[in-house]
């Protein structure tokens, strides 16, 4: 074991009166075990078992100081003594794993979803069909003494600490900023005048806490909204912050209502942790890094820079709770690295479900998917290596079985092959480098290159066959189908066909966007570096002392000309994601795919694709026809199965089970599911 490895992110830090192990903190995410006192046993084990993977410190989803701040009606809050005697258990569970927490206050302001919202002025957000109402000066008054409040309750709690929400465009960042503020107060109007509210705030919490217990204050250091904070006021609210009392400020980037992206997968590692090195050259306290770090080599080169002193990471320890000891012990490479697809995160968050994680689904899940190890081994087969079939073997061999994985290709990954070809989306090959390793140290045996047939598996003495064959691409009825410039996607993607400089794409699912982003990037050049490149199409600056950080986006031309066609009279992409689904859509619009609903496809030749829209025939002289129009399940060996008494039990799971609505999230948690039952 070397303790060697990352000497600087498992570096301890030293607050004076307490003492982080490594640099690692767990950042604020809203996982829906907040809300209800009920959780809090799902949610102590949740943090501890990420204090036992050797997290430092962690901080909670937010936790309103009054009910005008709640996200929604009745949403989490810290109000009085009984909510903070609940709270007790996660504090009790986190520290008896030996780890630090710290509970979040958030006043939502113009953000909250309910019609009693309040904010620095009335102005609605273009995110929220509520109108806040503009506070007194009394209500503002008010607000601070609240906030002082709840973190003395978070004290009682048995807290280590509380975290000040200002930044992401909620209350406080409605104060800062002009985009919100308006007020003509002593709270309003000057920039220092917008800063007494958040500067009040660390104080009087500081008084109602004392010196012992952590303060951080998590700052918007950049807006990344028109009439957001100038660069310089940035700096001169960091300095007010360490002034009236914090211990460690924390990196926010951009409000939520933004339309630049700041944490999706086509996001570069680190991408903003410049930012964060600006505000730690004018303070003396621990500045934390964030958004996007999620390897430890990152995080250490973040640190080595002198980018910030600690290092946030959220969505990385959903993924794996286990990444701070992974680090320490120098096995990386075991780490389940999260690709930051929002799929079980975030999405869920706003569809108010229970936050989880595509690649890791026993995040917060820790009390009910437990991978027991088995005393009655068994022997299995595993046909299909793609994810749900990884997850299943890989768990199963993790519990104790004897597992054999056959896969028709010669290599792991099924579609994930493809998907890790996307530009902007190169993360999911980290999920496959983690299932290699998986498979290796669970004792796995692969047979790669091994198509297996109807029947093959029946007499071969397992016990259980689990089918994970997936699925392939559906091909329409189209009169010119079968012409040679009509390809499908895994053609493209795989590298069999190269297209012409004008190509129609049939079907905007997923991977109908997907194909739209390959095609408009040219794929022979050198990338260019990737966090300069992404700024500058996405027109963000770190240097300019522009309102937000904003300046005009300069996009590189698409090297062809495409059209993406879908047969529904919807807006495209309407039923992508909805925390990624905004930025595929203005990417490609950025590229100039010419996006149409409402296609009636009627025929392919030589002069191209003959289409009829809104009754009009139109015909697109493309090159090439790219066939994105879903898939069919493949699963002859499980229908052609025999069922005897004595042949293996068979089980079907991911894309082969149901190719509807399937997605990586319920391949993974289907083979884990299986694998935790047998
Ligand atoms: P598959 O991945 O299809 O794997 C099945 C495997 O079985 C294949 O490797 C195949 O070779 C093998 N096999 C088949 N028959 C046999 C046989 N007889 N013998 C041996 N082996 C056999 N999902 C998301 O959630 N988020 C995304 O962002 C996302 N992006 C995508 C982008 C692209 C370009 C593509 C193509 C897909 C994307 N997906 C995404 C979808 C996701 O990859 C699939 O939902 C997932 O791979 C399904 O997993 P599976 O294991 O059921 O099937
Ligand atoms: P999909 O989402 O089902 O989309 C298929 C598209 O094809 C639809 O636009 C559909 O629209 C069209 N279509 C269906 N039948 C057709 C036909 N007979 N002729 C012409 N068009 C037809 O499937 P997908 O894009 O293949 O994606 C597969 C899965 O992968 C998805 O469920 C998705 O969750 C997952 N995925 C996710 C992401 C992500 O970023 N989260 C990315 C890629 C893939 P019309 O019927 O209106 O034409
Ligand atoms: Fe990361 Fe995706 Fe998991 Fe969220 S769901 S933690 S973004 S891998």
Not at 92 to 116: E, T
Request: with cysteine.
């Amino acid at each position: 074991m070397s303790t060697q490895a990352y000497p600087e992110l498992m570096e301890p830090l030293d607050l004076g009166f307490t003492r982080l192990k490594n640099r690692i903190v767990m950042g604020s995410m809203h996982t829906g075990l907040e809300d209800r006192f009920w959780q809090r046993r799902k949610m102590g084990e949740y943090f501890a078992e990420r204090a036992r993977g050797g997290t430092a410190l962690m901080i909670t989803g937010g936790y309103s100081p009054n009910r005008r701040g709640w996200l929604y009606p009745y949403a989490s809050a810290m109000l009085r003594k009984s909510d903070a005697w609940s709270h007790r258990t996660v504090t009790r569970a986190v520290h008896d794993a030996g780890g630090k927490i710290c509970l979040q206050l958030l006043h939502a302001g113009r953000y909250a979803y309910h019609p009693f919202s309040a904010s620095s002025s009335a102005v609605k957000s273009p995110i929220n069909p509520f109108k806040p109402k503009a506070m007194s000066t009394r209500e503002v008054k008010k607000t601070v003494k609240d906030f002082a409040r709840a973190a003395k309750l978070a004290k009682e709690a048995g807290y280590d600490g509380v975290e000040i929400m200002g930044s992401e465009g909620y209350l406080i960042n409605q104060f800062t900023a002009p985009r919100v503020n308006q007020r003509t107060d002593e709270y309003g109007g000057s920039p220092e005048n917008r800063r007494r509210f958040p500067v009040e705030v660390v104080r009087a919490v500081r008084d109602a806490v004392g010196d012992d217990f952590i303060l951080i204050y998590r700052q918007s250091m950049i807006d990344l909204v028109p009439d957001g904070a100038t660069r310089q006021e940035v700096l001169d609210l960091a300095r007010e912050i360490e002034q009236a009392g914090a211990n460690i400020i924390n990196t926010g980037i951009g409000w939520h209502e933004a339309r630049v992206p700041t944490i999706v997968t086509s996001v570069p590692r680190a991408a903003f942790a410049e930012v964060t090195r600006q505000v730690r050259e004018v303070v003396n306290i621990p500045v934390m890094a964030s958004n996007r770090i999620n390897t430890p080599e990152v995080a250490e080169d973040i640190l080595e820079r002198g980018q910030g002193d600690l290092i946030s990471m959220a969505r990385p320890l959903l993924a794996d709770a286990h990444f701070a000891e992974k680090a320490r012990t120098a096995r990386a490479d075991e780490i389940n690295t999260c690709i930051a697809c929002n799929q079980a995160c975030l999405d869920h968050t706003f569809q108010l479900k229970r936050a989880s994680c595509l690649v890791n689904p026993q995040a917060c899940h820790e009390t009910e998917l437990v991978y027991l190890r088995t005393n009655q081994p068994r022997s299995l087969a595993v046909v299909g290596a793609g994810p749900a079939g990884l997850a299943c073997a890989t768990v199963a061999a993790e519990r104790g079985h004897a597992v054999t994985l056959f896969e028709a290709g010669d290599e792991i990954g099924g579609q994930f092959n493809m998907a890790k070809r996307i530009p902007g989306k190169e993360e999911f090959s980290e999920t496959l480098r983690y299932y290699r390793k998986q498979l290796d140290k669970h004792g796995v045996r692969v047979e790669l290159n091994r198509h297996v047939e109807p029947g093959e598996l029946e007499q071969a003495g397992y016990d259980d066959v689990v089918i994970a064959t997936g699925v392939t691409p559906r091909i329409p009825q189209l009169d010119g189908v079968d012409r040679p410039n009509v390809v499908s996607y895994s053609d493209v993607l795989q590298g069999r066909v190269e297209v012409g400089d004008s190509v129609a794409v049939v079907g905007a699912g997923g991977i109908g966007f997907d194909v739209c982003e390959f095609l408009t990037r040219h794929a022979s050049e050198p990338r260019p570096e990737p966090v300069p490149h992404w700024m500058k199409e996405w027109g963000v600056d770190f240097q300019t002392d522009t309102p937000g950080g904003l300046v005009d986006p300069d996009v590189d031309p698409s090297p062809r000309q495409v059209w993406l066609l879908q047969r529904k009279t919807t807006r495209l992409g309407k039923d992508l994601n909805k925390t990624t689904g905004w930025v595929h859509r203005r990417e490609l619009r950025n590229k100039g795919v010419e996006m149409v609903p409402g296609v009636q496809y009627e025929r392919i030749d030589d002069q191209g694709l003959h289409i009829t829209v809104d009754g009009e025939p139109r015909v697109l002289p493309v090159n090439h026809v790219v066939v994105c129009a879903g898939q069919e399940s493949l699963r002859e060996l499980y229908d052609d199965h025999a069922t005897t008494e004595e042949q293996p039990a068979y089980h079907l799971i991911g894309g082969a089970e149901r190719a509807l609505e399937l997605d990586a999230k319920r391949a993974i948690k289907q083979g884990s599911e299986l694998a935790a039952s047998l």
